[in-house]
């Protein structure tokens, strides 16, 4: 998660195995302070600036906006250069809306961390659509649902923001909630939210979930988890240390946040199913959350959700935003999931 070459997917046994004596905090360049928050080592993961202006030959532009000064809730849009240099005065056409969660375990990287802001730019250009990457509380400063927090209000604010790359260009009323890894925990469960309250959020129209390897647990282990305990990309230390400093304090893995499949699965589910939200899960069999994610595409068909499940082989957890060489391939998968969403009837 945390190791950005992708050529070590492929290191041996013996070498996975010393991951078993890791410290997970020196894994992860993380120092627990005694206050409970971390210092952070942010010289690790690269940060892009926002590109607001069509310059050189930039395909897609970007900008930053606050939306809780108090909170530092704020996001990144991504527009594709052809639509910001459209005529406003012309009949062109609006774009879908993505709103996206970036991946970190709930404690780590940011809208602006380049591999983040490039798979978002990746994804805007190739639809083509509109991206709203939120920048939502990081834990354990801001512990669960602090996140979930964020995103509720930041669909408020989508709602009602005059903001003009979104009122002119973005359709509101064919939004979808996405995230990777620990976003698309957050993008499952605000969607509950969404669900719950779908009339206090129009004109805001939520059309459905694209899960990207979500991050989701439970008290005991799975296979996968077993069998991928020492993966060199997420170790089941790390995965437990992400856990034990984003969730409530006192709460165990089988917490609603953390394990979506307790008692059957949400009844809120139901609701998504009446609002006829189409979901994408995605995920890869070198992923130790694999059976995690297969468990929850099940049960929200079970509730009669229409859902579309992309699991392959190989891979690591969120290959497609590390490896760039797998990200025009995966985009490509999430373009035809979106085009059958808001076009046609979506197969199971």
């Not at 439970?218 to 991928?228: P, Q, V």
Request: glycine residues 6%; aromatic residues 8%.
């Amino acid at each position: 998660m945390i190791d950005h070459h992708p050529q070590k997917a492929n290191m041996s046994n013996e070498t996975a195995l010393s991951l078993s004596n890791i410290d997970p905090y020196q894994y992860l360049q993380i120092i627990p302070n005694p206050d409970g928050t971390l210092t952070r080592d942010y010289s690790l993961f690269p940060s892009t600036a926002a590109t607001p202006d069509p310059v050189d030959d930039i395909e897609v532009l970007s900008k930053d906006v606050t939306i809780n000064q108090s909170s530092n809730l704020w996001v990144r849009i991504f527009l594709p250069r052809f639509q910001a240099l459209e005529d406003s005065n012309s009949s062109s056409k609006k774009l879908p809306l993505i709103v996206y969660f970036h991946g970190g375990g709930f404690i780590l990287f940011s809208s602006a961390t380049s591999m983040t802001h490039d798979f978002c730019s990746d994804m805007a250009n190739e639809f083509p659509a509109v991206i709203v990457s939120v920048e939502y509380r990081l834990a354990p400063e801001n512990r669960l649902p602090a996140a979930y927090d964020d995103a509720m209000e930041a669909l408020q604010w989508i709602k009602t923001t005059e903001e003009e790359w979104l009122t002119k260009n973005a359709d509101i009323s064919s939004c979808f909630l996405m995230g990777s890894s620990a976003g698309g925990n957050i993008a499952y469960n605000a969607g509950l939210r969404a669900a719950a309250d779908v009339d206090n959020l129009l004109p805001l129209k939520i059309r459905g979930l694209i899960l990207h390897s979500p991050f989701f647990s439970g008290a005991k282990r799975t296979e996968s988890e077993l069998r991928l305990e020492y993966n060199m990309y997420l170790p089941a230390c790390v995965i437990d240390l992400m856990w034990k400093l984003s969730l409530p304090i006192g709460a165990d893995r089988d917490h609603e946040y953390c394990n979506p499949t307790v008692g059957g699965g949400s009844k809120l589910l139901e609701q998504m199913q009446l609002l006829g939200w189409k979901v994408m899960v995605t995920g890869c069999e070198g992923d130790p959350l694999i059976d995690r994610e297969t468990e929850l595409a099940k049960i929200m068909k079970e509730k009669g959700l229409k859902v579309v499940s992309h699991f392959v082989e190989g891979g690591f957890h969120t290959v497609e935003v590390i490896d760039t060489s797998k990200t025009k391939p995966f985009v490509t998968v999430l373009k035809n999931f979106l085009l059958s969403s808001t076009m046609a009837p979506c197969e199971e």
